[in-house]
């Protein structure tokens, strides 16, 4: 079977740094996502990795090692709008989907 | 970035009536779309793929006479709960594929209808 591991709950604190680990089992690899989602609200796109390595944007980055089944993102100088759940998503070589939980990130002062 | 809209945002019926929701990509034109439902504190749900001009698919447990979907354009898929009950109240968000070349067709999703069936 197809599936996405990544904890269910995460603290960290406010100017902190926080990773989020995603490890997947699924049948063919098209690129691995990353999203957030707010309480309430539909997820938002974060980032896209197809190739092994390192992509950076602003505070958020995102690592994938195709060989383990392995991503992560990296969330640097947390603040407290960055309490959101963070899902992780990869597609499949049907080009389909498949998610993760998602992570729950809570921010403390 | 690309952007997709959903309408209405929240709807109240009551049992056995039929909603309809539209979800429309507004500034990329998408051949293919899907439906998702959230119930509180659980992850997405899809229910469907929706790709223009054929019929939708239907993930395994969803009922396609419940659930219609129509994908009638490039940038409009409705999704139609007939007969709702209150066991259909949850969050039901549509996403639109972005065409390659923008972050590898992403996903972009819409902000979601809130559906409660009294």
């Known amino acids: 079977g197809q599936n996405i591991d990544q904890p269910t709950e995460m603290t960290a604190t406010e100017g902190a740094i926080v990773q989020i680990n995603c490890t997947y089992q699924t049948s063919g690899f098209n690129g691995l996502f990353w999203y957030q989602q707010h309480a309430g609200e539909a997820p938002t796109f974060l980032s896209y990795?197809?190739l092994d390595g390192l992509e950076e944007k602003g505070r958020f980055s995102s690592f994938l090692s195709r060989s383990k089944g392995y991503s992560y993102l990296l969330l640097k100088e947390l603040q407290m709008k960055d309490s959101a759940s963070y899902l992780c998503?990869?597609?499949?070589?049907?080009?389909?989907?498949?998610w993760g939980a998602g992570t729950k990130l809570i921010i403390k002062p | 970035g690309a952007v997709v809209s959903q309408h209405p945002s929240w709807v109240i019926c009551k049992s056995g009536t039929s909603v309809k929701i539209e979800c429309r990509s507004l500034?990329?034109?998408?051949?293919?779309m899907f439906w998702y439902r959230q119930f509180p504190k659980q992850s997405l749900m899809l229910m469907a793929t929706s790709n223009e001009g054929s019929k939708a698919t239907y993930e395994q447990g969803v009922e396609k006479d419940k659930f219609l979907i129509n994908h009638a354009s490039l940038t409009l898929s409705t999704l139609t709960v007939t007969s709702a009950h209150p066991e259909d109240s949850s969050f039901y968000i549509c996403?639109?594929?972005?065409?390659?070349?923008?972050?590898?067709?992403?996903?972009?999703f819409g902000p979601g209808t809130r559906l409660l069936v009294l």
């Open positions: 998503a990869v597609r499949d070589s049907n080009y389909q989907l498949i």
């Open positions: 500034d990329f034109q998408a051949t293919t």
């Open positions: 990795n197809v």
């Open positions: 996403s639109a594929r972005s065409p390659a070349g923008d972050g590898g067709e992403t996903q972009y």
